[in-house]
């Protein structure tokens, strides 16, 4: 028998119609959805269909029709190109041959950023080839699809034959003829060498660079950058002192004792680093972090000393900070100084003593991101309101349902909320929620493992939150495959613009 309530807060936002059956559960959603899906540009729809022409026109493998296909776009720009070649060679359901083809056919001398995508590894010298002949005047190169590091030569060939390039991406590549060969190019700006070296302590020595502005190099947690031993905190201080205009050393864990030695050499020396991240943290490389680095915006440190986080109000344009296995008495002392100029606040690994977020919104008044993973947390005053917070994330934390309540209810422009722990919340509590708030910003809602949670509340959020674009995550949740169906039915046929993620399979 068919059965309509409605409560009387939100009876002028939607209704729902339930019709039960034995074995489903039937609604329809009417008034106030989800947005509905925009038309898209026409840029993109054309772009679309000029790519799947061309990767069928590029699909034999005689080369047929490779030349009407240059001819037909010889007076395309090279924006055209860019954008073609960027969809073509990330669609990784398109055949290996097919991808390499329109590389060869769309690269053209004034194409300026490639992203090469993933290829097998018989295709990687051809590649290097490719680019080299054709892709001349490239600025923004990436390479992390194909392990050229088999081919160090023709590498080395390659970027010396690359003189405009700017942003350089090949980690786990590098030798030490290839960073001779980077040392070559005047305009770089941009360059990753991460992970597993080729290079030695001298060939890492060579680079020099005045215009180097970001450096990603090393492994996360590991001192040293080389496969030998002594290449850690005092070859980067050499590296940073080579490349004075670096503004992010990224990956790279131990920056703080790299610029403790270069302190300890010359107090007076002023670096443009506006990103650090530093294990162990002592006073004295703290001291020397404070010191040379003033223009340090993004701070990550990984079990800091005691006293340690209470230098960080000396620098005054910080806006981002990280802390993993810190203090939490000495992170609330720093806020109670420096709280209002943070805005991205990231922590972890501390479970013995709970974060009091009505507390923290009280500190950080303009808090737009607030992330935290293996954390107690807890609120005090339900009186309390992030004004300012958008992003929030909450990932294997011990903490009861409420306080995810207390977020949703109490940060009225909230945009993303991300919570990867055991939730217990009911429809009844989606359906309490929805009638006392709006939810008018929310655009993003993760529940990674909320079992008590059905359908009902899946079609409670799209018909109540008007910019809502994507639940997740759903194989997490109590809901079959059919009701799965079902809803993606009413998504499409009333053109909603919402994205239901589940990963896997349902049961």
Request: net charge negative; glycine share 4%.
């Amino acid at each position: 028998m068919a059965e309509c309530r409605v409560h009387p807060k939100i009876s002028t936002t939607f209704s729902l119609v339930f019709v039960r059956s034995r074995d489903q559960l039937f609604r329809v959603v009417t008034a106030k959805m989800s947005p509905k899906q925009p038309v898209l540009p026409l840029s993109y729809m054309c772009l679309k269909v000029i790519s799947n022409q061309v990767t069928v026109a590029l699909s034999d493998d005689e080369g047929k029709y490779y030349q009407v296909v240059q001819e037909y776009l010889a007076d395309a720009t090279y924006e055209v190109l860019q954008d073609l070649l960027r969809m073509i060679l990330n669609c990784i359901t398109l055949d290996a041959g097919i991808r390499f083809s329109c590389l060869e056919v769309l690269l053209r001398e004034d194409v300026k950023k490639l992203d090469t995508g993933i290829f097998p590894w018989f295709y990687y010298e051809k590649i290097l080839q490719t680019i080299k002949l054709r892709g001349k005047r490239l600025q923004q190169l990436n390479l992390k699809g194909v392990w050229v590091r088999d081919y160090p030569e023709e590498l080395t060939d390659l970027i010396e034959n690359l003189p405009h390039l700017r942003t350089l991406v090949m980690p786990h590549m590098a030798s030490d003829d290839v960073i001779e060969a980077v040392c070559s190019l005047k305009h770089l700006t941009m360059l990753d060498i991460c992970g597993e070296a080729c290079y030695t302590v001298e060939g890492i020595r060579k680079l020099h660079s005045d215009k180097l502005q970001v450096l990603d190099i090393g492994n996360f947690g590991k001192r040293d950058i080389c496969q030998e031993e002594d290449s850690g905190p005092e070859l980067v201080a050499e590296l940073m002192m080579n490349c004075p205009n670096l503004s992010s050393v990224k990956t790279y864990s131990y920056t703080g004792s790299s610029l403790l030695l270069i302190y300890e050499k010359n107090p007076s020396y002023r670096t443009k680093l506006k990103y650090i991240h530093d294990t162990g943290t002592t006073l004295k490389s703290m001291e020397a972090i404070t010191t040379l680095c003033p223009d340090l915006e993004t701070v990550h440190l990984e079990s800091p000393e005691q006293e340690v986080l209470e230098n960080l109000s000396k620098l005054r344009k910080l806006h981002t900070l990280k802390l993993v296995k810190y203090s939490a008495q000495e992170l609330t002392d720093y806020l109670r100084i420096s709280g209002s100029q943070i805005q991205v606040l990231k922590l972890s690994r501390v479970k013995d003593v709970a974060l009091d977020l009505s507390v923290l919104s009280s500190l950080i008044p303009n808090l737009v991101t607030l992330e935290c993973f293996q954390m107690k947390l807890t609120f005090s005053d339900a009186g309390s309101y992030f004004m300012s917070l958008q992003n929030v994330e909450f990932l294997y934390c011990d903490m009861s349902d409420d306080v995810i309540r207390f977020v949703l209810m109490n940060a009225p422009f909230l945009r993303r909320m991300v919570v990867g722990c055991v939730i217990l919340m009911t429809d009844g509590d989606i359906f309490r929620m929805c009638a006392e708030s709006d939810f008018t910003n929310l655009e993003e809602l993760w529940f990674s493992c909320a079992k008590c949670l059905t359908a009902t509340s899946v079609e409670l959020l799209m018909g109540h939150c008007p910019n809502l674009k994507v639940i997740g995550q759903l194989t997490g949740w109590d809901l079959h495959q059919e009701e799965l169906d079902y809803l993606k039915v009413v998504i499409a046929a009333t053109n909603t613009d919402l994205t239901l993620l589940p990963v896997g399979s349902f049961a």
